[in-house]
């Protein structure tokens, strides 16, 4: 079964399970010129292994729940770095200190910016400007 939302909307969708897990430093890219595989890069920020894994599953739930079928994870629930991929969104979901070192906004930083409407924690940690 595949969802019937747009790619943008399933990043809105997986940005709001992040955020509601205390994700942060949200970014959505649309790869849709460069990458045939994808529409859009979701890119997620997390304090510690374990939000990782929260938000991993709450993104995955979320976009089980919209009907959106899992083609492939990588990396592990106690890594620093776990990638989800489905079939028009690729999401990226990391420790701090790994997206700081990786870079992937700077590797996309080309790309358009995709706004994404989600609502986000009264500490506000979550907001990026010009991105959520």
């Known amino acids: ?10 990043a809105t969708v997986a940005a709001q399970a992040a955020a509601d897990k205390l ?3 949200i970014a959505a890219y649309n790869v849709a010129e460069l990458v045939p595989l994808a529409e859009v890069f ?3 920020s997390a304090n510690n292994e374990r939000q990782v894994a929260a938000i991993v599953d709450a993104v995955a739930e979320e976009l089980a729940k919209a009907g959106e079928k899992l083609d492939f994870r990588e ?4 890594d620093q770095w776990v990638l989800l991929n489905y079939p028009d ?3 990226h979901i990391q420790h701090k200190e790994a997206r700081d070192f990786y870079a992937l906004d700077r590797l996309w930083g080309d790309c358009p910016r995709i706004q994404l409407d989600v609502d986000v924690p009264a500490d506000g940690q979550n907001i990026r400007a010009g991105v959520i």
Do not use: A, K
């Open 1 to 10: 079964m595949t969802s019937e939302l747009s790619p943008t909307e399933l």
């Open 23 to 25: 994700g942060f430093d």
């Open 42 to 44: 979701l890119i997620c």
């Open 75 to 78: 990396g592990r629930r106690d």
């Open 89 to 91: 969104i690729v999401i």
